[in-house]
């Protein structure tokens, strides 16, 4: 029987991944599906939702924006520092066809690395389409150029590759050739235009969605939708894109932690 | 075929699961998800006068024995869910409004707003055993106390109200008894036990943001079926019994010990959201092998005559 309770490890490695992101791995197995994120506890503070970066055998990685409190607390760890690890949670990509791109805007790109791996793994053609709001916040150059990932890499100030957005460079890649299916994580503005592309191109699209998380596991609610009622953690945290576009709140509002209502 | 409708306090019941307060819960959207999932009628999460974040996380764990949280009780507050709770016919069961207060005055406050909600029953939650301010931390589980919160939203009210108890006070009967004779329509009981603490042996430090938590799911049941089964010989008005039930055995349980329906929150951990169909099945195919064929039958049989 599993529990839900965190398993609290030394951190071993810190990777400088962009300006104000670091990834942090930790020894534990947690026999993670492409997709699936973990609650990162930092003793005696607060745990929050992360994806899953990176995973071997012995160690998973996360991947931390520092934009709050948590999040940047997180940032000032060294090598040797304790996290808790509970998960992982949620649902998981499932990949269709033979050729696929995966899109990711800002941390929303961690969500989508173990997925990468696996469509190379199963020689798929992947092609990662990866933005930013600039070249300091791009995340993964190196790692993606040593998995022989194709990758597409847009900038909002185009400081680094294609000057636009994520979307745009779908657009063409949609226009130009076959595509069987198409993964999205980032700013939830963004993966309306992608849902939306997709919809229009008649292109399978699967979305992975942020909303407040308290528990992780089903049990709180702080991350139900509406009108489904469907919980972001257990039903999703990936919803097909036609039924996203479906969703009352998608690209409207989100709840937080007292579940009162903000618009995006 | 066995029948496991109910009527509680006048509202008809396609069966006697309840979901329980603070499971999910935390709007229309979520409860009908509960509904979906087969529950007979659902209890929103609690709502207070302010607007509540709550404890910092982790919030829920579980170990062995069960589920501990220290939730802290976040809600938009009463002001703000006007257009949450007002039209709840799409729910399709019976919704049950759960109001939790730190003094009287907030509980007259909160009966009053509660009563522009259209909610089919209202459910006084006078139990928290973690929260500051809150439940038994604020001294609200005494027979005094009771009594005149009882009175004081029962006035207001316009549906049933249902007075919610702590396992983890002695003279729990008297509390009962003590809303009973203020005019509560039923008696939920139980909330959560303890509080209790797990602490984290590597970090040293205790895992719950608010690092003590009510004890609820496995270790509460025999707890909760004792409760019940004592307030059931001390009270007329049906008792919601609520504790650690996660399957149809633990649900006939309960009705054997004096319950009239009962509550699920931990089980939907447990055996997912459908918990209350798959509880449902249970008591079905036990009533079919018992040739029971209603839960009146069996209600209280617990009980020596
Ligand atoms: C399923 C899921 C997966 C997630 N995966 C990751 C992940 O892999 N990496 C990661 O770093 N975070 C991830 N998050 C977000 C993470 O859980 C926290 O919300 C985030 O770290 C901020 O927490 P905080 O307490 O530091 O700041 P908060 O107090 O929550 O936020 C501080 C301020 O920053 C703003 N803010 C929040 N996020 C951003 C952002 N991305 N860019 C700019 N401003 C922002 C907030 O609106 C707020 O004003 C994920 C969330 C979910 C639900
Ligand atoms: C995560 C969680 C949150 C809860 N929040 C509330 C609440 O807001 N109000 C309340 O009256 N009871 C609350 N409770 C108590 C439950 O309604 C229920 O009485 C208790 O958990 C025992 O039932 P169970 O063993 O089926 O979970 C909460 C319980 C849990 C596990
Ligand atoms: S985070 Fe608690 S139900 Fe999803």
Redesign the interface.
Known sequence: ?K????I??RISQVIEEANGIKSFLLPCQLKAKPGQFC?I?L??????PVGISYQTKDHIGVTVCAVGPWSKKVCELKEGD?L?V?GPYGNAFQLEGKTVVLVGGGYGTASLMLLAEEALSQKLTATMIIGAKTEAQLLYRKRVATLGLGAIYTTDDGSFGERGTTADALARILKNQKVDSVYVCGPERMEKKVAELCRDSKVRSYISLERQM??G??????C????????VC?EGTIFPGEEVLQMKEFGQYH??????KHHF | MSELSITLCGMKLPNPTILASGIVGISRASLTLAAQGGAGAVTIKSLSIEVRKGHPAPIILTYPGGMINSVGYSNPGIDNVGDEFSDLTSVGVPVIGSITGRNEDDYKILAEKAAALNFSALEVVLSCPHTPGYGTMAGLSTPEKTEAVTRLVKDRSRVPVFVKLSPNVMGLVDLAKAAEAAGADAITAVNTAGPGMIIDIVSRKPILGGKIGGISGRALRPIAVRCVYEIAQAVKIPIIGTGGVATGQDAIEMIMAGATAVGIGSGVYDRGITVFRQVCQEMQAFMDTENIKSLKEIRGAAHEV
Do not use: H, N, Q, Y
């Open positions: 029987m529990f839900e309770l965190p609290t490890v609650m506890w003793p005696g503070i607060d745990a929050k304790l808790g509970l308290k528990c596991f089903g049990v709180c609610g702080a139900s939708l509406d009108d489904s009622g469907k919980r257990v709840r937080d932690s007292s579940a009162t």
